[in-house]
């Protein structure tokens, strides 16, 4: 397993930006897929975004593709999520997740985890 620590969470107003970012520390970060996950009050964690260990596949829900983008450096051993245009309906408290070998959509898939960082999004 990987450790994982989000950080660039906040409060945006609508139409606005942030940029979440995921530092892996443990094992060997380039050699995982990472995914984003978000879970808001009252709800389930839902898929956001998933990239591929080397950062050529990328998978993105419907209702982020086209403002959200999920890149990762593996140099830095640090996974973003690049947050545009948001909404209301984005707030929740994102998690970044690393997965061995694969890109996955599902949360199952997943063995490694962070605490999560809250966004808010106000209208």
């Known amino acids: 397993q990987v450790q994982l620590v989000e950080s660039g969470g906040g409060l945006v107003q609508a139409g606005g930006s942030l940029r979440l970012s995921c530092a892996a520390s443990g094992r060997t970060f380039s050699s995982y897929g990472m995914g984003w996950f978000r879970q808001a009050p009252g709800k389930e964690r839902e898929f956001v975004a998933a990239?591929?260990?080397?950062?050529?596949?990328?998978r993105y829900a419907a209702s982020v593709k086209g403002r959200f983008t999920i890149s990762r450096d593996n140099a830095k051993n640090t996974g973003y999520l690049q947050m545009n245009t948001l909404k209301p309906e984005d707030t929740a408290v994102y998690y970044c997740?690393?997965?061995?070998?694969?890109?996955?959509?599902?949360?199952?898939?997943?063995?490694?985890w962070g605490q999560g960082t809250q966004v808010t999004v106000s209208s």
């Open positions: 990239i591929s260990w080397s950062g050529g596949d990328t």
């Open positions: 997740a690393a997965v061995p070998l694969t890109i996955a959509t599902k949360d199952h898939e997943y063995d490694s």
